[in-house]
């Protein structure tokens, strides 16, 4: 019986090669040597797929956000102690994440209040940006008018806009979502329509309920919310582990230049 390597010898003849000039079969050394070249080449590419995979994800989020894409700390202006102070809070509250007892212990509220231009908005989206990329924290921003106008003409349902169809599908995702932020609450409105303080506060209590967390801003002095947003609705508020900072600063709308944000530990609630 011929041995594998005649039988080796004779197919090589038949395809018009010469054994001899064949390479030589691995050595057991070499073997291993390549073998921790695949495996090195794999985990670089399952590496970069989980990156790609990443990024994709946290595309995503922001796609669904609705975020003003230039709300970042590195676009805000330190121009105030009540800025640098909000900066404070915010990076306290995104670093607060990483620890999973505090993410699951209760819901959180931060309420920015303040005369318009302040950088309220500003934050909140700067919060939000960070808290997507660090930890794909699902994030929706909205205009609470436009969800009560949108509320509103969910009643017509002979409408053929699908007001109702939208106001079911983003009714879902106000509870669903890991960080609510509800940007002018009673804007132009001394008090919040029965109605509407009915609606937010519900809502509200479903998320604290959730373990989900939410960031309220409004021009109203904190001291003025119960009569703007009722008895009802403000007492969802005081369920939340509660932080409030005012911004009373200059006006910085229609700015574009920006310094470093500082780091900061101090994250302490404030509750009514």
């Known amino acids: 019986m011929k ?6 010898a004779d197919l090589g003849k038949r395809l018009g090669k010469n054994i001899d000039e064949l390479p030589s079969l691995d050595t057991a050394e070499d073997y291993a040597t390549r073998r921790k070249m695949y495996d090195a080449q794999a985990n670089q590419d399952v590496a970069k797929l989980q990156l790609e995979t990443k990024q994709a994800r946290i595309q995503a989020l922001y796609g669904a956000s609705e975020l003003n894409e230039n709300w970042t700390f590195d676009r805000l202006i330190e121009d105030s102690q009540d800025v640098k102070e909000a900066i404070s809070i915010a990076k306290s509250f995104i670093a607060a994440h990483q620890d999973p007892k505090w993410r699951n ?3 959180h509220m931060m309420l920015f ?3 318009y231009g302040r950088g309220k908005s500003h934050i909140a989206g700067a919060i939000a940006h960070q808290l997507i990329q660090q930890f794909e924290i699902t994030v929706l921003y909205r205009q609470l008018q436009t ?3 949108l509320r509103f003409f969910s009643y017509d349902y002979q409408a053929e806009d699908k007001a109702s169809m939208k106001f079911r599908e983003i009714s879902k ?3 669903e979502v890991d960080l609510l932020i509800l940007d002018e609450v009673c804007v132009n409105q001394t008090i919040l329509k029965q109605s509407a303080q009915s609606w937010l506060g519900s809502l509200l209590r ?7 967390n ?4 409004t021009n109203h002095h904190v001291n003025d919310l119960p009569k703007a947003l009722g008895t009802y609705c403000f007492e969802s508020i005081k369920e939340y582990e ?3 900072v005012h911004f009373q600063g200059p006006s910085r709308r229609g700015s574009h230049e920006s310094e470093q944000a500082s780091d900061s530990s101090h994250y302490q609630p404030n509750h009514f």
């Open 113 to 115: 209040y303040g005369d």
């Open 3 to 8: 041995s594998f390597q005649q039988q080796l």
């Open 147 to 149: 969800l009560l106008e």
């Open 214 to 217: 939410c960031i309220l801003i």
């Open 105 to 107: 212990s209760r819901a």
């Open 206 to 212: 479903q998320r604290c309920a959730d373990n989900k």
């Open 173 to 175: 995702q106000l509870l």
């Open 242 to 244: 509660t932080y409030k």
